[in-house]
């Protein structure tokens, strides 16, 4: 029984360095990898000698500074206002009946990849979209689509609309998450008695407590929305586009040498997440002292009902939003003839899908496989480091959790284009192990965070029992602790392979375009016109996470039936 106890806890032992090894490893070397060719050092380019010609190249390219203006103002502009929406929707709502309603609507959302909420939200707010064809003509007037810049206007207003309507569910439930570490219940008693307005008591007296939980979470945030490409590609402006889109475009160039513009400009790009994330932090600090003046001024905010129904409309309509657009990915992948104005088609086929099915067989299955394959390692990676937890009592603390959120805050393209040099020296690009370790990268920091918490609040009684009833350690943990939290293994599991399933640039680099995903051709798609094979694609994409979380809400269920205390 001894050598048993010590097989489980040497096999633990191996889960923390691993973890670490693989959310670092890939990033540092990766970054490396973009350093050099951005110095002009890629010896299999020619590129023997170190200089600054990359960088005079970039400097040189037109609209290179509104590019990288537009990536700084989008990720600050989305990450802020979702933030904003969130915290005035709980301060106002929390603990009533209309918050557990919006947020049984919002919390399935999260599940939707990127991709296809912005195909959905393009099909509602373009010329001829949804949205239009409801109002018109009655309400406008229109026979036909205006000739409006609604998609990928200059300013980049629908990229930033797009990011608010799928951020706001992920820090809704990062919020959730952290209000136990605050008796909202009291505090809410304590400041009414003093006469502060809801919103105003919990900004004075929870939110802080609350935003030290969640703000890496929110660096996040600024992170993917200042970097992110397929929703950029979707809704983002064209004229020039944004940063990361455009050194996409130069790492696929025909000419090699692009590759070192695209290197230097990856670097650009990290230079514009950190200087997001330092104006943040600034702006921050300007908050504190703004609730602190408003505390000393006793400003009560009693009468602040406009306040709070505007946070309760706008966290429904961007639930609203994504749910509508939804709708119409599926409407238009069925769809016949639908002329404009008609608010629906005027006939209905299947003959989309069975055109599409041959060409989508093969993307279907490599997303599929790399899904569930960096899941699994994702599950059981994590399970072996919360064994180590519980074997030391450690939790790592902080800088655990930092390393857990660094492939979520560096930017994908700052480090990808390295990582794809070097797999490429190695003869690893194109090859479904290193798309499956690609996938992981991102995949890992999810189910971590999503199980990390239900294991930790497991009541240990029950395995002291069994040790005390002569069971070992593996019978004990496949017995007892994993059923026991089935449905929190099953939903982070969930959460990992929708993850995996909405990976567009890492599938596309690492893939090298021979690994194709649903992801990366609803991707391709978005320049041209054919909206029924995009709606397939994308209705696809959201389909399978969907099946996910309808397989870890029911499996329990149906395994567990008899066990009301464990369905």
């Known amino acids: 029984m001894i050598k048993r106890r010590d097989g489980l806890a040497r096999l633990a032992r191996i889960g923390p360095p691993l973890t670490l090894a693989i959310l670092a490893g890939p990033i540092l070397a990766g970054l490396a990898g973009t350093v050099l060719p951005a110095f002009g050092y890629l010896p299999a380019l020619g590129g023997t000698a170190f200089g600054t010609d990359a960088f005079a190249a970039l ?9 990288a203006a537009l990536s700084l103002t989008t990720g600050l502009a989305s990450a802020g206002l979702s933030l904003l929406i969130v915290m005035l929707f709980i301060a106002g709502w929390a603990g009533t009946r209309s918050f557990a309603r919006v947020q049984s609507m919002i919390s399935p959302l999260l599940s939707v ?26 309400l406008t007037g229109w026979t036909r689509p205006p000739d409006l810049l609604v998609l990928n206007d200059p300013a980049g207003l629908a990229l930033i609309a797009g990011l608010v309507v799928k951020e706001v569910p992920f820090l809704l439930l990062v919020t959730l998450a952290a209000l136990p570490q605050v008796r909202l219940t009291e505090t809410r008693a304590l400041a009414a008695a003093l006469g502060y307005g809801r919103i105003a008591g919990f900004l004075y007296l929870a939110w802080p407590a609350i935003y030290r939980q969640i703000r890496l979470a929110v660096f ?8 992110v490409v397929d929703v950029a590609i979707i809704l983002g402006p064209s004229t020039p586009a944004t940063l990361a889109v455009r050194l996409v475009g130069w790492m696929n160039d025909p000419n090699l040498s692009m590759r070192f513009v695209a290197s230097a400009g990856a670097l650009l790009q990290l230079a514009v997440v950190a200087a997001a ?43 609203a939003t994504v749910l509508a657009g939804l709708v119409a990915l599926g409407l238009w992948s069925v769809a016949g003839l639908w002329p404009f104005p008609q608010p629906l088609p005027s006939t209905f086929m299947l003959k989309p899908w069975m055109e599409a099915l041959p060409r989508v067989s093969r993307p279907l299955g490599t997303t599929l496989a790399a899904a569930a394959l960096s899941t699994f390692v994702a599950i059981a990676l994590t399970l072996l480091c919360l064994l180590r937890e519980r074997d030391t009592g450690r939790t790592g603390g902080r800088k655990a959790l930092t390393f857990i959120y660094l492939p979520l805050i560096v930017p994908q393209v700052a480090f990808l284009f390295g990582l ?17 370790l690609a996938h992981l990268i991102f995949v890992l920091p999810y189910v971590f965070l999503s199980l990390s918490d239900p294991w930790r609040a497991f009541d240990r009684r029950y395995e002291a029992i069994a040790a005390g009833l002569g069971k070992r350690r593996w019978r004990t943990l496949f017995a007892i602790r994993l059923p026991m939290l089935a449905r929190s ?9 929708a993850v995996s399933v909405g990976q567009y640039l890492p599938t596309l680099l690492i893939g090298a375009g ?3 995903t649903i992801t990366t051709e609803a991707v391709a798609l978005a320049s041209g016109g054919a909206r029924r094979t995009i709606g397939i694609y994308a209705f696809l994409q959201m389909l399978l996470p969907a099946i996910g979380f309808a397989i870890a809400i029911g499996l329990p269920a149906l395994l567990f039936r008899n066990r009301r205390a464990m369905q």
């Not at 400097?59 to 590019?67: D, N, T, V, W």
């Not at 330092?278 to 009468?303: D, I, K, N, P």
């Not at 099953?490 to 990992?496: E, I, Q």
Request: aromatic share 10%; proline share 5%; charged share 10%.
């Open 113 to 138: 990849p990127h991709a296809a909420a912005a195909f959905g939200f393009a099909f509602l707010i373009a010329p001829s979209g949804l949205l239009a064809r409801l109002v018109s003509p009655g």
């Open 59 to 67: 400097l040189a390219m037109p609209g290179i500074a509104r590019s």
């Open 489 to 497: 293994l099953l939903t982070a599991a969930a959460v990992g392979f």
């Open 220 to 227: 996040a945030v600024i992170a993917f929305a200042a970097s």
């Open 420 to 436: 794809q040099f070097l797999f490429l020296s190695l003869g690893f690009v194109a090859s479904f192990p290193g798309l499956v």
């Open 277 to 319: 994330l330092a104006l943040w932090v600034l702006a921050e600090r300007l908050f504190a002292r703004l609730r602190e003046a408003l505390v000393a001024r006793g400003t009560r905010m009693r009468h602040d009902a406009g306040l709070r129904h505007g946070a309760l409309g706008l966290m429904t309509a961007s639930g």
């Open 514 to 516: 021979r690994l194709p």
